[in-house]
Every structure is written in C-alpha cells, then in structure tokens.
C-alpha cells in the first residue's frame, strides 16, 4: 500500500474534509467525505511516496540504480570496479578472495548510497596490504589504495 502527501502537504489526512481515495478496499468513508477509512486510519490522495503497515514491510521509497555520488566516490567505484575485474584473471587465496568480496559490498554501497563507509574503506586498506603479495602488480589495486587513501585521508 502506497501514501503520500495530501494536498495539505501534511501526508496524512486528519481532520477536516478528506481527499479523494487513493487506496482500494473496506471501510466507508466519512459523510461527504472522498477518503477511505480503515480502522482509525485515513488515506486520502496518494501520490510521490510510500507507506508500510504490517509485520515484516521492506519499503524502499526512492529512485532504483545508480545515486549521483561525489566526484571521488565515482573514482573509487570506478577503481573497485577494474581491480573486481583484475582479481578475477590471480591466482585465488583466501585475502584475494575476502578483498573481492568486500569489494562487490563496496560498489553495491557506493551505487544504492553515492558513498561508502569509513569502516567498510579501512577494511579495503587492510585487506589491500593483506593481499598485497597477490596483487602487487595491478595497477588497479594501486588505484583502489590512492582513492581509499584521499577519501580517509593520507
């Protein structure tokens, strides 16, 4: 079930006249009123966001894909991207293996949020140096370690 602003701009219809129903279902509306009633709740024009009621709801109320990110987290992602793709071409081991993994949460992170975390950028620089021996002559994981290390600073 989906809500969002009434012409009031409040989100909610409370008192005062309704607005036309949004939402499909029992309960009838107040007297001269267009909205629905259900239980002590009131929908009235829906349009532009959402709202969950129930157990177990996973709302997601927003553009899907890729967010617009700073400058330097679109360097970073684009980085996370070539060394995701260069680890696939080593030879496999545990830190190169736990560096991938962390570098697929990362570009998930970066395109649902435009950034990533200052935790989830200080595990990358560790498991980096983990790694190193592994990945020492990619030039996309010296990119990954420039662009963690401008984001954290130094």
């Known amino acids: 079930m989906a809500m969002a602003d009434t ?15 949004g939402a499909s279902g029992g309960g009838a509306g107040p007297a001269g009123g267009g909205g629905r009633s259900f239980g ?11 709202i969950g009621i129930g157990d177990h709801i996973h709302m997601v109320n927003g553009r899907q894909g890729d967010v617009p990110c700073d400058p330097a987290y679109q360097e970073l992602l684009e980085a996370v991207r ?9 030879v ?15 570009q998930d992170e ?23 021996a592994g990945i020492g ?13 401008a984001l954290l600073g130094g």
């Open 92 to 106: 496999p081991s545990p830190e190169v293996g736990a560096l991938s993994d962390e570098l697929d949460q990362t």
């Open 7 to 21: 012409e009031d701009g409040s989100g909610v219809s409370g008192g005062g006249a309704d607005h036309t129903a």
């Open 137 to 149: 002559m990619l030039a996309s994981g010296v990119a990954v370690g420039q662009a963690v290390g």
């Open 110 to 132: 970066i395109q649902r949020t435009g950034r990533a975390g200052a935790g989830r950028l200080a595990r990358i620089r560790v498991m980096l140096q983990d790694a190193s």
């Open 82 to 90: 070539q060394l995701a793709e260069d680890l696939r071409r080593v």
């Open 40 to 50: 002590g709740i009131r929908f009235g024009k829906v349009s532009g966001s959402a």
